[in-house]
């Protein structure tokens, strides 16, 4: 399992939604930290804890107050990433800094 | 990327193992936006009219302008496109036909309109675009209340 407590953790991608940033299986890093004194703003691609308990990586495509719209940068994708309810701040895992 | 962050960060991965992450979309929930169209619109808007500008020029330079503003035009006119087919194939329920039973035509001339501003330089439809897309907009902003 991820080491929580550190500032960063490392996750492997799972799925095509976020092509071409992020590829199927590749690995990311998330900044854990990120967010502590700020909130996420358009542009970022963050990793979140969806309503079924699993994590997501999405693209913050809106902000309104604690609560953010994310996207999959895959077009192809796009009607399927509509389906994520908008995410609140504190479901937010962190920021996603590097792909490797 | 730097060999000996990646050298590090597979170390690291010894002790913490990565989890998985998915960037598939699986989670139903049901929130969508107009956002997105009403941007794409505008810089429709913006590209139509800088090109009819260009009206009566061939300088290269020029010529290489108006392909990169139709191309742009193009682009944002199908992903206006996209964007208001989700709605209606996603967002919109039968209870949003009922309220507004002529949501099919709307949508629908919304899509040709789409497609006449990408094969014309029109600016009377593009503004016919416009108004479509805030009607569309304005059902949907009025669904959420």
């Known amino acids: 399992m991820a080491a929580s407590f550190l500032p960063f953790s490392v996750h492997t991608v799972r799925g095509h939604s976020m092509q ?5 299986g ?8 990120a967010y502590l004194f700020s909130a996420p703003k358009a542009g970022d691609v963050v990793v979140f804890k969806g309503s079924d308990g699993k994590d997501y990586a999405k693209r913050v ?7 953010f719209f994310v996207k999959g940068d895959n077009e192809k994708d796009s009607r399927d990433s509509r389906s994520f309810g908008a995410v609140k701040k504190t479901s937010v895992v962190g920021k996603v800094v590097m792909t490797y | 990327m730097n060999s000996l962050l990646y050298s590090i960060l597979r170390k690291f991965e010894l002790i913490a193992k990565p989890t998985a992450v998915y960037a598939h979309c699986d989670v ?3 929130i969508y ?20 500008a260009l009206q009566g020029k061939s300088d290269i330079s020029t010529l290489n302008a108006i392909a990169r503003m139709a191309a742009t035009k193009e682009e944002w006119a199908q992903r206006v496109k996209n964007e208001l087919l989700i709605l209606w194939t996603d ?3 039968p209870e949003h036909l009922q309220k507004w039973p002529n949501l099919h035509e709307r949508v629908w001339k919304a899509a040709k309109l789409c497609s006449d501003v990408k094969r014309t330089v029109d600016s009377q439809k593009v503004a016919e ?3 479509a ?11 959420k209340k």
Do not use: Q
């Open chain 1, 20 to 24: 071409p940033t992020i590829n199927d």
């Open chain 1, 26 to 33: 590749e690995r990311v890093v998330v900044l854990r930290w």
């Open chain 1, 61 to 67: 495509s809106a902000a309104v107050k604690n609560e």
């Open chain 2, 28 to 30: 139903p929930c049901g």
């Open chain 2, 33 to 52: 936006e107009t956002d997105t169209v009403r941007h794409g619109v505008e810089t429709v808007k913006s590209m139509t009219d800088k090109l009819a």
């Open chain 2, 91 to 93: 967002y919109f329920r």
């Open chain 2, 129 to 131: 675009l416009s108004a």
């Open chain 2, 133 to 143: 897309v805030d009607e569309i907009a304005g059902i949907f902003a009025e669904t």
